[in-house]
Each structure stands twice: as structure tokens, then as C-alpha cells.
């Protein structure tokens, strides 16, 4: 087993690198928004964010789903019992916070 200094010092670094590429992707987003309005206008950006709204939320539910059908079996096969509900959670999660994010 690793020393714990290493380990928390691995799990801080990659708490960092996580953060700054939410940081990193929201900043994209941003310019990818004001350009798209600016280049489409008011009513073709609106048709464009409810089609981007649709198919998240269709690919978020389409993952869920499977996550939440594969828990069980992934669970036997990684021999991790308690895995299964965690990934019933997370499936929930991909639904609910894929929708609440955009």
C-alpha cells in the first residue's frame, strides 16, 4: 500500500486538474454562447439551445439507464458488492445533473 502522504498529495492533484477543467470547459462554453448569439441572433439561438437542451437530456437518460441496468452485473463481475447501489446513484445523478448543468 502507498505511503499517505502520497495518496492524499495524488488525490489533491487530481482534485486540482478535475476543477480546472470544469473551470477550463465553463470558460468555452461561455465564448462558444456570445458568439453563437451574436452569429445566429436572438430566435435561431433559442431554437438551438432547446435542441441542445433535448438531446443532452436524451443522451443523459440513455446513459442512466444503462448504468442503472449494468450495475448489478458489474458489480458481480469487479466482486464488489456494494458497488451496484453507488452506480444506481450515479446513474441518477448523469440524468438530473446533466439537465440542472446546461
Do not use: K, W
Given at each position: 500500500?502507498?505511503p499517505?502522504?502520497?495518496?492524499r498529495?495524488?488525490?489533491a492533484?487530481?482534485?486540482v486538474?478535475?476543477?480546472?477543467?470544469r473551470i477550463?470547459?465553463?470558460l468555452?462554453?461561455v465564448?462558444l454562447?456570445?458568439?453563437?448569439?451574436r452569429?445566429l441572433g436572438?430566435?435561431e439561438?433559442?431554437?438551438?439551445a432547446?435542441?441542445?437542451?433535448?438531446?443532452a437530456?436524451?443522451?443523459a437518460?440513455?446513459?442512466?439507464?444503462?448504468?442503472?441496468?449494468?450495475?448489478q452485473?458489474?458489480?458481480?463481475?469487479?466482486?464488489?458488492?456494494g458497488?451496484?447501489p453507488?452506480?444506481?446513484?450515479?446513474?441518477?445523478d448523469?440524468a438530473?445533473?446533466?439537465?440542472?448543468?446546461?
Open positions: 500500500m502507498a499517505t502522504s502520497n495518496s498529495a495524488h488525490a492533484a487530481g482534485s486538474i478535475q476543477v480546472g477543467a477550463g470547459m465553463l468555452l462554453g465564448v454562447m456570445g458568439y453563437l448569439a452569429r436572438t430566435a439561438y433559442g431554437r438551438y432547446v435542441s441542445m437542451l433535448q438531446m437530456g436524451m443522451l437518460t440513455t446513459l442512466a439507464v444503462v448504468i442503472a441496468l449494468a450495475a452485473p458489474l458489480a458481480d463481475l469487479l466482486r464488489s458488492p458497488i451496484a453507488l452506480l444506481r446513484i450515479l446513474s441518477a448523469f438530473l445533473g446533466t439537465v440542472a448543468g446546461i
